[in-house]
């Protein structure tokens, strides 16, 4: 089956350091891939979705300037939180789609940051 | 827009039981429906999904769902419960040509031994 991998796992920074966030499809090439944050008990909300090659689409009230998303190719997309704070602590998951359709996508394992 | 409410935050049943979790929907049109799997510190897994055809669909882990227009409704079931079935449970709303998903909020299954 079609496989996602986030790197990394988990990820401890201070305050105003940047983080990047890789997102990568194993064994199939995803035109699109997309980025969503879920909250402590509480589901995902879509935050951006990122073409391969183009800029990303990024959700109403998601600032692009503090959430950069790179999609260099077809297996890789990079999520960079920006000059980080506490508030941006959350679960990060990105998908991955080879149709560039949401009811196709493939979920990473996500991507635990807290910024202290 | 399409929305989806899961009425139900935690749902605790014992092992072997059966199951069901509510999904309702909201939706103009013919919606496609799908219920997605959490463990812990985990992404999500696709359990199963309907885009039309029979309303009766089967999915993996011996999990089945029906979707029912007049209610708008997409329940989740399974016979008989095992404790590795403890988890976070998601039910999403997406629409054809439309990258718009939603997510409920989910239903957390505590499982009894």
């Known amino acids: 089956g079609a496989v996602v991998s986030q790197h990394p796992s988990r990820v401890i920074c201070k305050s105003g350091t940047s983080v990047k966030i890789e997102c990568r499809s194993l064994?199939?090439?995803?035109?699109?891939m997309f980025w969503y944050r879920q909250f402590p008990k509480q589901s995902l909300m879509l935050m951006a979705t990122s073409n391969e090659g183009s800029k990303a689409t990024y959700e109403q009230g998601v600032e692009k300037d503090k959430f950069l998303i790179n999609h260099a190719s077809l297996t890789l997309s990079t999520l960079t939180v920006t000059s980080a704070h506490p508030e941006d602590s959350s679960f990060y998951i990105c998908?991955?789609?080879?149709?560039?359709?949401?009811?196709?996508?493939?979920f990473g394992p996500g991507t635990r940051l807290l910024v202290l | 827009a399409q929305s989806v409410t899961q009425p139900d935050i935690h749902i605790t049943v014992s092992e072997g039981a059966s199951l069901e979790l509510r999904c309702n929907y909201s939706?103009?049109?013919?919606?496609?429906l799908f219920w997605y799997v959490q463990s812990p510190g985990q992404g999500l897994q696709l359990l199963l999904k309907?885009?039309?055809?029979?309303?009766l669909v089967q999915g993996i882990k011996g999990f089945e769902a029906e979707f029912k227009r007049s209610q708008s409704s997409f329940n989740l079931r399974k016979p008989s419960v095992h404790w590795s079935d403890a988890a976070e449970y998601f039910c999403?709303?997406?629409?054809?040509?439309?990258?718009?998903?939603?997510f409920g909020a989910g239903t957390r299954l505590t499982v009894k031994p």
């Open positions: 064994d199939f090439q995803a035109t699109t």
């Open positions: 999403a709303v997406g629409a054809k040509n439309n990258n718009d998903m939603r």
């Open positions: 309907y885009f039309s055809g029979d309303t």
């Open positions: 939706y103009g049109a013919t919606p496609y």
């Open positions: 998908s991955a789609a080879a149709g560039g359709r949401q009811e196709t996508q493939y």
